[in-house]
Each structure stands twice: as structure tokens, then as C-alpha cells.
């Protein structure tokens, strides 16, 4: 049974930068995509971008590129997402999520870290 | 963007109650669509995928049906623990898009 565990709670100033991590373990890793999602508090849930280790081609939602970075360590079994000039309204919950088919971004994710909550305050 | 609007926002239902919750694309998006429940501080849990196929060990009473632009999830017969937040998502182009989501309710 697939199992992702991210890291911990964040608090950040306006400006700076957050990375998350989200280590699977239980089953494979590199030929499945894995999935950002954000939820602010409250809201509802929204992509953000994704990757399959295997092919090391991330994909961003458009209104986050140039400030995200999507990376995965197949070694390790770890992805990484890097948010920077963070601002108050990154302020949300972050979920990885791995999808249910192999080497395609089917978004059927059937497998879900905790969730980090990062806040973003002066 | 692909805009993703489903009806209604909430809704209260009680108990073996018949619940069914729409969803509709801005443009057709072909059966691309999936279900997720999520419940309070929990992450989303997948229900369908491809609009009609249920996920592996998500019970029979979660039904999902429609394509191109308006989409249905049914739940047959409400049970307690199915009081939670429903979201659409459609992944036909990018960036995949949420509904608003639907907060089902106790009566």
C-alpha cells in the first residue's frame, strides 16, 4: 500500500520561499505522476503542477510559473515542490498526490499525502 | 482555463436519501472528469474517474455518469458517513480545473 508523507507545518515571511517534500513508500515511485494541490483556507481545492519522476518534465499551472519548481528525487522516492516570492495569498494547505495509472497524468490520484499547511504572514 | 460549475453549492439530505450533484464545463472536455470527496482537515479522497468508473474501494452506492460538458454524481443512498465537501475536476487541458465544490449536509 502506496503511503505519502510530506513535511511540516511552515510559517514564511512575504517575499521568501517554501519547499515542500512528500516521500513515498510502499510501492513504486518514478512512473507515476505526482500531483500538487492547494487549498486556501476555506476555498476550495486548485492545482498547482505536477511530475513523473521518470521523465523529469514537470508541468505548472500557468499562473504559478516562474515562481514554482516541481522536482522528485527517484532515489529517495521523494518530490519536491518549491514555491517562492511567497505572498499572503499562498497562505493554504499543500497536498501531493499520486495518480492511480502509470506514466500518464491521468489525475485519478488515488493515493494523498497529509497535507503541509504553509503559512505566509509578516 | 476550463471553468468548472456545479450545482448546487450545498445542499442538506438526510440519511437513504437519493443525492445527485451536477457539474458543467465551460467547454466540452470529452469524459475527463473525476470525483472527490473530502471531508473536514482531511485530504480529498477519489471516487470516479473518466466520469464513470469507480475508484477501487470507493462503495457501489457512488455512481458518476455524463460527458462533454455536464456531468452527474449520484449517491443512491446516503449513508452518515458521506456528509462531506464534493469536488469535480476536469482534466481534458491544461491546468486541470476544480468545480467550486458541493457541501452535503445533514438534514
Known amino acids: 500500500q502506496v503511503q505519502l508523507v510530506q513535511s511540516g507545518a511552515e510559517v514564511k515571511k512575504p517575499g521568501s520561499s517554501v519547499k515542500v517534500s512528500c516521500k513515498a513508500s510502499?510501492?513504486?515511485?518514478?512512473?507515476?505522476?505526482m500531483s500538487w494541490v492547494r487549498q486556501a483556507p476555506g476555498q476550495g481545492l486548485e492545482w498547482i503542477g505536477g511530475?513523473?519522476?521518470?521523465?523529469?518534465?514537470?508541468r505548472y499551472a500557468q499562473k504559478f510559473q516562474g515562481r514554482l519548481t516541481i522536482t522528485a528525487d527517484e532515489s529517495t522516492s521523494t518530490a519536491y515542490m518549491e514555491l517562492r516570492s511567497l505572498r499572503s495569498e499562498d497562505t493554504a494547505v499543500y497536498y501531493c498526490?499520486?495518480?492511480?495509472?502509470?506514466?500518464?497524468?491521468?489525475?485519478?490520484?488515488?493515493?494523498w499525502g497529509q497535507g503541509t499547511t504553509v503559512t505566509v504572514s509578516s | 482555463d476550463i471553468q468548472m460549475t456545479q450545482s448546487p453549492s450545498s445542499l442538506s439530505a438526510s440519511v437513504g436519501d437519493r443525492v445527485t450533484i451536477t457539474c458543467r464545463a465551460s467547454q466540452g472536455i470529452g469524459n475527463f472528469l473525476g470525483w472527490f470527496q473530502q471531508k473536514p482537515d482531511k485530504a480529498p479522497r477519489s471516487l470516479i474517474y473518466d466520469a464513470s468508473s469507480l475508484q477501487s474501494g470507493v462503495p457501489s452506492r457512488f455512481s458518476g455518469s455524463g460527458s462533454g460538458t455536464e456531468f452527474t454524481l449520484t449517491i443512491s443512498s446516503l449513508e452518515p458517513e458521506d456528509f462531506a465537501t464534493y469536488y469535480c475536476l476536469q482534466h481534458d487541458s491544461y491546468p486541470p480545473t476544480f468545480g467550486q465544490g458541493t457541501k452535503v449536509e445533514i438534514k
Open positions: 510502499g510501492g513504486p515511485f518514478s512512473s507515476y505522476a
Open positions: 498526490a499520486r495518480d492511480r495509472d502509470s506514466l500518464v497524468h491521468h489525475f485519478a490520484m488515488d493515493v
Open positions: 511530475i513523473i519522476p521518470i521523465f523529469h518534465k514537470p
